[in-house]
C-alpha cells in the first residue's frame, strides 16, 4: 500500500526546496531540472533564481522578462528583474521594473527607484564627461592641424 502513496508523495513536493538545496551545492543543471515541476509563475522565479545564482545574468533576466509577460504583476519576478538588470547597468530597464513595484505598492520599490536613480545618474554624468572628452579631442586634433600648417609655412619660407 506505502508503494502506492511514494509516487504521489513525490509529485507532491515542493520544488522549491530542491532548487535551494541544488543551487546551495552548485548543481545549477539539477536545480533547473527540480524547478521544472513547479507550476507557474513559481516556475518562472525559480529559473530566473537559479540562473542568476549561477551567474547568468543575461538569461536570467530572459527568463525574468519571459515570466513577467504571463505575469506582469509578481513581485518576485519584478524585484528579481529590476535587480538583474541594475548589475547589468540596463538603467532604464530597472527603473521600469521598479516604477511597476512601485505602482503595486510593494515596500522594496523605493529601494529599487533609488537604485535605478543612482544608475540614471552616473550614466548621465558618463555621457557628460565623453562629451567633454571628445571636446577636448578636438581642440587637440585642431591644435596639432594648426602647428603642422605653421611649421610646414615656416619651413617652405
Request: aromatic residues 8%; glycine residues 8%.
Amino acid at each position: 500500500m506505502t508503494a502506492l502513496f511514494l509516487p504521489l508523495l513525490f509529485f507532491c513536493q515542493d520544488p522549491s526546496a530542491d532548487v535551494g538545496r541544488f543551487v546551495q551545492e552548485g548543481a545549477y543543471a539539477d536545480a533547473l531540472v527540480a524547478a521544472s515541476g513547479a507550476e507557474e509563475p513559481e516556475r518562472s522565479l525559480l529559473f530566473t533564481w537559479t540562473r542568476h545564482h549561477a551567474g547568468d545574468l543575461y538569461g536570467a533576466l530572459a527568463e525574468a522578462t519571459t515570466g513577467l509577460a504571463a505575469h506582469p504583476e509578481h513581485v518576485g519576478l519584478l524585484e528579481q528583474a529590476a535587480w538583474i538588470s541594475a548589475s547589468l547597468h540596463r538603467a532604464e530597464e530597472s527603473m521600469g521594473y521598479a516604477e511597476r513595484l512601485e505602482g503595486l505598492g510593494h515596500p522594496t520599490a523605493s529601494a529599487f527607484v533609488s537604485d535605478a536613480r543612482e544608475l540614471l545618474d552616473v550614466k548621465e554624468e558618463v555621457s557628460r564627461a565623453q562629451d567633454r572628452a571628445n571636446i577636448l579631442l578636438a581642440a587637440f586634433a585642431l591644435l596639432a592641424v594648426s602647428v603642422s600648417a605653421w611649421g610646414a609655412r615656416a619651413v617652405s619660407s
